[in-house]
């Protein structure tokens, strides 16, 4: 999905990018490719599909001459943290490789950027709702 924010890393739910499973904020003149979920079958996981398809994403997005691909990554572990640290704090130690998150770490391996937390960025007990505003720089 295509979409632009203003300003540029406004704060924004998953719900509020795909327009409730509706795809309204799709806009064919955004400069930025939205990257939803990806998902592997777990007997398939570290077999390099993910990143294959992620792969395919920064092409399209090369070929279409957006200026970054952006996302929510959920905090899938942040349930284990949260008790001890504020969701700023664990996506940096994640960011930093001194915590291991499935979703985000793999975005980061993946060559994305945490930018900044998004709260309440989707109904989810593991994340408590938190997801890392994610970017990876078309160059």
């Known amino acids: 999905m295509i979409v632009s924010l203003n300003p540029e890393?406004?704060?924004?739910?998953?719900?509020?990018?795909?327009?409730?499973?509706?795809?309204?904020?799709?806009?064919?003149?955004?400069?930025?490719?939205?990257?939803?979920?990806?998902?592997t079958r777990p007997s398939y996981r570290r077999q390099g599909i993910g990143t294959a398809l992620m792969n395919a994403r920064k092409k399209l997005c090369s070929k279409m001459s957006l200026k970054r691909m952006i996302g929510g990554?959920?905090?899938?572990?942040?349930?284990?943290?949260?008790?001890?640290?504020?969701?700023?704090?664990?996506?940096?130690?994640?960011?930093?490789?001194?915590?291991?998150?499935p979703v985000l770490s793999f975005d980061l391996?993946?060559?994305?950027?945490?930018?900044?937390?998004?709260?309440?960025y989707i109904a989810d007990r593991r994340s408590l709702n938190f997801a890392s505003f994610i970017e990876w720089k078309n160059s």
């Not at 001890?84 to 994640?94: N, P, Q």
């Not at 391996?109 to 309440?120: E, S």
Request: hydrophobic letters at 35%; aromatic letters at 14%; charged letters at 20%.
């Open 109 to 120: 391996r993946n060559g994305f950027k945490h930018v900044k937390i998004l709260p309440n």
């Open 73 to 101: 990554a959920r905090l899938y572990n942040y349930c284990l943290y949260a008790n001890h640290m504020a969701a700023e704090e664990y996506a940096r130690l994640v960011a930093n490789n001194e915590l291991i998150d």
């Open 9 to 39: 890393y406004q704060n924004h739910s998953w719900y509020d990018i795909v327009g409730h499973g509706k795809s309204t904020s799709h806009r064919y003149s955004g400069d930025s490719l939205y990257a939803d979920d990806i998902l």
